[in-house]
């Protein structure tokens, strides 16, 4: 079966130290919660708001020990009024046997505030 894990997370500037960086935090936290190893992956889908735009978020989560074979796509989200500016989404393609209500989905920093019913 596949699940589809969600995070978010926030940066403080579009420099592409802090999009590699956070990006790379918020797929380890996810998981970490979700005790998830990359073999387990069948995709990842990033998307940043359109005000980031300084590096490929995927980059960092290529580059981590055991990722590099994960499928990752990057895209931008649609340009919305009053959006959560800074903001790097993930979705994780996992083949899991978890229940959803058991799902652990991270949000982190300001990102919080999109899903606070998530948020533990």
Same mark, same amino acid.
């Given at each position: 079966?596949?699940?589809?894990?969600?995070?978010?997370?926030?940066?403080?500037?579009?420099?592409?130290?802090?999009?590699?960086?956070?990006?790379?935090?918020?797929?380890?936290?996810?998981?970490?919660?979700?005790?998830?190893?990359?073999?387990?992956?069948?995709?990842? @889908?990033?998307?940043?708001?359109?005000? %980031? $735009?300084?590096?490929?978020?995927?980059?960092? !989560?290529?580059?981590? =020990?055991?990722?590099?074979?994960?499928?990752?796509?990057?895209?931008?989200?649609?340009?919305?009024?009053?959006?959560?500016?800074?903001?790097?989404?993930?979705?994780?393609?996992?083949? @899991?046997?978890?229940?959803?209500?058991? %799902? $652990?989905?991270?949000?982190?920093?300001?990102? !919080?505030?999109?899903? =606070?019913?998530?948020?533990?």
């Amino acid at each position: 079966m596949i699940r589809g894990i969600r995070g978010a997370i926030t940066i403080v500037e579009d420099k592409a130290e802090y999009v590699w960086g956070e990006t790379a935090r918020l797929v380890k936290e996810v998981a970490k919660q979700n005790k998830i190893e990359p073999e387990d992956i069948a995709s990842v @889908t990033i998307s940043t708001t359109p005000d %980031i $735009h300084s590096a490929f978020p995927a980059k960092s !989560v290529r580059t981590m =020990p055991g990722w590099q074979y994960v499928p990752i796509m990057c895209m931008h989200e649609m340009d919305v009024p009053g959006a959560l500016p800074l903001c790097i989404r993930v979705l994780l393609h996992v083949n @899991t046997d978890t229940p959803q209500k058991e %799902i $652990h989905h991270v949000y982190l920093e300001d990102a !919080v505030k999109l899903r =606070p019913d998530l948020v533990k």
